[in-house]
């Protein structure tokens, strides 16, 4: 009985001392593991238009190389705020990101009592690319390069009236920034959209607009609008022979749309590179950068540390027009 006793022990004991074995050989594994199921992008906005445009560019090219689906998710309203908490409050596995737009620098200081903190409570994985805005005219405004618009402005204050998509939204900024930097007055006539704000502006209701390159591009090459020059730091792929405002006599003025991808505060570590990794490897993907640049969007790729500076700059200079301009949400 005792032999049978001890047997049974150190049975046992090898049983124990086995699993613990395999279960420190598959634990290295399962760190590797990721991603082991579907990943959900939020985006923040409705399906269609850019931003959509951009997410599922990415989501293919994130499929193809992680080999698991890379769903998107689109959640709109409250001008980003309810597909961006959502993110926020997910859980910090990998498993839900948020592809981040200029909106969220802008909303961090035009909306204070936001229920999220884009500096606190989301890590950022890196960003993707950017559209410059389009100054854009109407062929009936006198002008035909920056300088002489400005001196319209200064000239005739009451004369040019600019469109926006909306109140606080990035093409009124955009006008408000470069209303301040030229030392100019115009009138601001808000729409519900950059559709009805194109559409004013062809018709002649209104003067001028800061607008994405994709929603006026097609307008520049017919003749309905006139491009006098790109908001980027540098001359747009969709544009190449319009100079920058700051080739044109506003130096250090910039605006564009830009989206980076984001997860919610305490993702691991590996899994911020492992996607960065990913995301980086976009350069060789001339399928994903074809799909954007023919539709004026600029590859813009940056390591997580640069599109968190990056996206504190950007917080600041906002919040540095909003506060000049007496902006307000609606």
Known sequence: MRRT???????????????AWGLSLTMPLRAQAYPARPIKLIVPYPPGGTTDLVARAFAEHMTRELGQPFVVDNRPGAATNIGTEAAMRSPPDGYTLLLATVANAINASLMPNLAFDMSKDFASIGLIASVPNLLVIHPSVPARSVKELIAIGR?????????????????HLAAELFKSMAE?????????????AVTDLMAGRVSMLFSPTSSVLSHIKSGSLVALASTGAHRTSAAPELPTVAESGLPGYETSVWFGLMAPKGTPKDVIDRLNRELIKLNADEKFKQQLTTQGIDIKFSSPEQMTEYMQSEIVKWSQVIKSAGVKAD
């Open 184 to 196: 100019v007055k115009m009138t601001h006539v808000p729409y519900r959209g950059s559709p009805q």
């Open 5 to 19: 006793e001890t047997m049974t022990k150190r049975r046992g004991l090898l049983g124990s001392m086995v699993a």
């Open 155 to 171: 000239q005739a204050p009451d004369r040019l009236m600019f469109a926006s998509s909306g109140n606080g939204t990035g093409s």
